[in-house]
């Protein structure tokens, strides 16, 4: 099966870690502000914008700014990344007004988990009840 080159590139590098912007990672050239998006929060290691198809009234992405294919991978690396992820989606919502009534965070995991984009993040989604169990 074909890659594409973010995996090849995930491959190569040691696993899980990468302290620079990874070339063809779309979340990568929005942290790098290659490709704009509208953004809520900036951190200096994470850094929050809104989904380009939101499916609540409130959809945040949360990213680390350094690429980790995924939250198992952030996860590994430690450091304090992955709170600090989770701290800012929580921000996120204070931001929004919607952390009284609730929220709902999401890391889409692996194919059927249904991550599209390989580069580990956190759905902030409210503003609307959330319902369970998820599609
Ligand atoms: P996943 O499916 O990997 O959990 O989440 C990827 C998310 O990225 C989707 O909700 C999708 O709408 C969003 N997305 C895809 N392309 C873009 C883009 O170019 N800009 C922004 N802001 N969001 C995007
Ligand atoms: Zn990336």
Avoid at 127 to 133: D, V, Y
Wanted: contains cysteine; charged residues 20%; hydrophobic residues 40%.
């Amino acid at each position: 099966m074909p890659h594409s080159p973010c995996e090849v590139l995930q491959q190569k590098a040691a696993p899980g870690h990468y302290d620079r912007d990874v070339p063809d990672c779309l979340f990568c050239a929005i942290a790098t502000g290659d490709i704009p998006a509208t953004i809520v929060l900036d951190g200096k290691r994470t850094l929050a914008f809104r989904d380009i198809s939101p499916q609540a009234p409130t959809h945040v992405l949360v990213i680390p700014r350094d690429h980790y294919p995924d939250v198992a991978a952030l996860a590994e690396a430690g450091g304090g990344l992955l709170d600090e992820l989770v701290g800012q989606a929580h921000q996120v919502a204070v931001a929004e007004g919607i952390d009284g009534s609730g929220y709902r965070v999401v890391f889409n995991t692996g194919r059927e988990g249904g991550q599209t984009v390989a580069h580990a993040h956190a759905h902030v989604l409210g503003g609307r009840s959330m319902t369970w169990p998820p599609g």
